[in-house]
């Protein structure tokens, strides 16, 4: 048996404690990841409130959308092939996961011929391990402007990282203070065309330090559906 509206209720608790305790009285946006969860399971997490839904490949998004559409908003999380992008288009309320230039061109590309701009974090690559995709944090703000300045059907709307998995997630803590200040950084820059807004940061096992470092949106899946199962 899941509990996956029990669940919910926990980490939303937790959410409201951390940004408590932090002193903070703006919102965190909580992303149910569904990756690997029946689509039943994800329209458990919409009626328990969680109406964002995270999905890591472009295939798995569609085969959801199909059955829950537009009553969810969809956060394509993972890495996004340049030839997938116009599957998604027209679907997604953000993609988080923008980190090169051809993406970008691609992105803006399906936009214009859908008439829509379409809103997307840069991923950047905080922990510096191989298996991770992004942009290195010294790239982000020339990447963000020439975004910004080339491609109109584009709104970059902040950052997405990941912390590299710790036990003690005390230990990713850094990584999320990096990630804040870079935001903070380029938000101060006032780039034409650049509203910053999103710092996507925070899983199942840190999230709240993330929260505690400044994160405004965490993607949560093992603490919502379980441990997932991959075959
Ligand atoms: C799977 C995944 C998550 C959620 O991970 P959990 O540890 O299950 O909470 C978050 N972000 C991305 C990019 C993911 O691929």
Redesign the pocket.
């Known amino acids: 048996m899941h509990n996956i509206k029990l669940n919910i209720k926990n980490i939303q608790k937790n959410i409201a404690d951390t940004l408590n305790q932090a002193g903070r009285t703006d919102e965190v946006t909580l992303i149910g990841?569904t990756?690997t969860v029946s689509s039943e399971m994800a329209a458990e997490a919409l009626d328990s409130g969680v109406l964002d839904l995270?999905e890591?490949k472009v295939q798995e998004l569609n085969k959801k959308y199909e059955v829950l559409g537009k009553k969810a908003r969809w956060h394509l999380?993972?890495t996004l092939q340049t030839n997938k992008v116009k599957y998604i288009i027209n679907k997604t309320t953000l993609i988080?996961?923008l980190d090169r230039l051809s993406l970008a061109e691609e992105i803006d590309k399906r936009a214009g011929q859908n008439n829509i701009v379409v809103d997307c974090l840069i991923q950047v690559n905080i922990s510096l391990e191989d298996t991770k995709h992004g942009l290195l944090k010294e790239d982000v703000p020339l990447f963000i402007k020439e975004v910004s300045k080339k491609f109109k059907n584009i709104k970059v709307r902040g950052l997405?990282g990941?912390a590299p998995f710790e036990e003690n997630p005390e230990d990713a803590r850094p990584y999320f203070r990096e990630m804040k200040a870079l935001f903070e950084n380029i938000k101060s820059l006032n780039l034409e065309n650049v509203d910053l807004k999103y710092l996507s940061m925070g899983?199942?096992?840190d999230?709240r330090v993330a929260i505690e470092e400044g994160s405004n949106m965490v993607?949560?899946?093992?603490?919502?559906f379980g441990e997932?199962n991959y075959d």
Do not use: C, E, F
């Open positions: 990841v990756k995270g890591n999380i993972g988080h996961s997405m990941m899983m199942t096992n999230y993607r949560v899946g093992t603490a919502i997932r």
